[in-house]
């Protein structure tokens, strides 16, 4: 079966968001059609039907196909835990915790394992559309690579080369490109797209001209901006922003410095009634927050010493003496409670570390991690909603007493006694129209009567449209082999 792989002049050019529109377009046309990234690096994970974890990314390029995700989607994905260190989690389980010095001596392992998801893909589809990650200029890394043209050249696929005008040079990103790539590896690629244009594209006509010229490559279109992307669920931590005030009510994330797995705030921040605010570093907590989020994080204890070095500690102690509202997810639960002990050093050195002492639950890391898909019942509410477990550790405390939600018929989450302090290890509950209706009237909130899901699936529709009138999508398609 065919296969079609979109490569960048460098990260977040947004390739992720092309084949999201890609895989629309061509499961519009009748084929069925599969997302595959051989190698991701990010803390924005999903849990897939079989039972592993992929980048977000590709969860959401799945649903553009009309497909539950799968592990093979997403076969290599790297999870940073510090500034030098990462969990190497391969086919959807976690393979070892390496330092990017030493993961070069592990690629030739992981290529065996990339090839093989890209197998089953390939066979069960009538087309894979393959993304590539960061850039193939990148030839330090080229020996032994298996996300860009080392992938690419194995499989043998053809190669669309995306460049992103708004960030300036795009010009000699693609023919800066072109120059440092080896013979083969120019011979792979196909074509090229320009991305993210503001403006009239015509005024680029002389430089689009110049580029397939100077190039030889053939240009499949200039793509102007897509002013509804921020509809779609973020990608990367850098895609979260703050909404512009509509004088709603507000609600602060915290942008922790691991953060992980942030698709909880999707919903929120599409709410009509709801002010979204990311508190960056060197911010304060708003004061006039109804409710501050811990959101997840991929080292919870390290981004607890993150958190209290910006003064947030501070912050959300004035906080709840105002009567504000406290939500820890995952590990924004863990750091609620009044220590977190990791006896074996999973996430850093080994040791216990004091906790905000907002709720009465104690954390202990253990090896073994939950990763499942979970229906739930809300207990305040009587709300059933969906959602995922994807952490390590045991809490346990007299807060547990007072639970936020129950899973097969066991407490999930903890409650302080004011009843303003909640913790829970379930992300994703917010996708769940019903029960985000319920949890914000706790807050005040009137229904918006938004429905999230249905919002993402019409601005895949409106993606693969503005692909279908700005590229030459039958073209790209035609590349495949």
């Given at each position: 079966m065919k296969a079609l792989m979109l490569q960048g002049t460098g990260s977040n050019v947004g390739k992720s968001m092309l084949v999201a529109g890609l895989c629309r377009a061509a499961r519009r046309r009748g084929l069925r059609v599969a997302p595959f990234k051989p190698q991701n690096m990010s803390n924005n994970a999903a849990v897939t039907a079989d039972g592993g974890e992929i980048g977000r990314a590709q969860a959401l390029q799945a649903l553009a196909s009309g497909l539950e995700p799968v592990v093979d989607m997403n076969p290599v994905l790297l999870k940073p835990e510090s500034?030098?260190?990462?969990?190497?989690?391969v086919q959807g389980k976690r393979l070892t915790t390496t330092r990017a010095a030493d993961y070069a001596g592990l690629k030739p392992r992981l290529m065996g394992a990339v090839q093989e998801s890209f197998a089953r893909l390939r066979a069960a589809h009538d087309l894979v559309i393959v993304e590539g990650a960061g850039s193939p200029a990148e030839v330090n890394l080229r020996r032994g690579d298996i996300a860009n043209m080392g992938f690419a050249r194995a499989a043998d696929v053809p190669v669309v080369l995306v460049g992103d005008i708004d960030r300036g040079g795009v010009i000699a990103q693609i023919i800066g490109t072109q120059a440092v790539l080896e013979a083969g590896d120019r011979a792979q690629v196909a074509g090229f797209v320009i991305n993210k244009f503001r403006g009239d594209p015509r005024l680029f006509d002389?430089?689009?001209?110049?580029?397939?010229?100077?190039s030889g490559w053939r240009g499949f279109g200039v793509l102007p901006w897509f002013a509804d992307a921020h509809r779609l669920p973020a990608e990367d931590a850098l895609d979260l922003r703050s909404g512009p005030s509509q004088g709603g009510v507000v609600i602060a994330a915290l942008a922790l410095s691991r953060i992980a797995n942030f698709d909880d705030l999707d919903p929120l921040a599409a709410e009509p009634g709801v002010d979204l605010v990311m508190v960056r570093p060197g911010q304060p907590i708003p004061a006039e927050a109804r409710l501050v989020i811990l959101p997840g994080s991929k080292s919870t204890r390290g981004d607890l010493a993150f958190l209290r070095a910006e003064g947030w500690d501070i912050d959300l102690a004035a906080h709840v003496r105002r009567a504000g509202h406290v939500l820890g997810i995952c590990g924004g639960y863990?750091?609620?409670g009044r220590s977190i002990a990791d006896p074996d050093g999973l996430e850093g050195p080994a040791g216990v570390t004091e906790g905000l002492g907002l709720l009465d639950v104690t954390t202990t890391m253990t090896?073994?991690?939950?990763l499942e898909r979970v229906r739930a019942t809300h207990l305040a509410s009587g709300l059933p909603f969906e959602g995922y477990e994807i952490h390590i550790g045991r809490t346990e405390g007299p807060d547990r007493a007072r639970a936020f939600g129950r899973v097969g018929g066991v407490d999930e989450g903890a409650i302080s006694a004011c009843g303003r302090i909640t913790g829970s290890y379930l992300h994703g509950m917010f996708g769940n129209d019903a029960f985000r209706a319920a949890f914000l009237a706790g807050l005040g909130l009137g229904g918006s009567g938004l429905a999230y899901a249905a919002g993402v699936e019409a601005t895949l529709d409106a993606l693969a449209d503005h692909l279908e009138a700005h590229l030459d999508v039958a073209g790209l398609l035609a590349l495949a082999r």
């Open positions: 500034e030098t260190g990462a969990q190497v989690v002389d430089g689009y001209a110049f580029i397939a010229a100077q863990q750091m609620l090896p073994e991690k939950r």
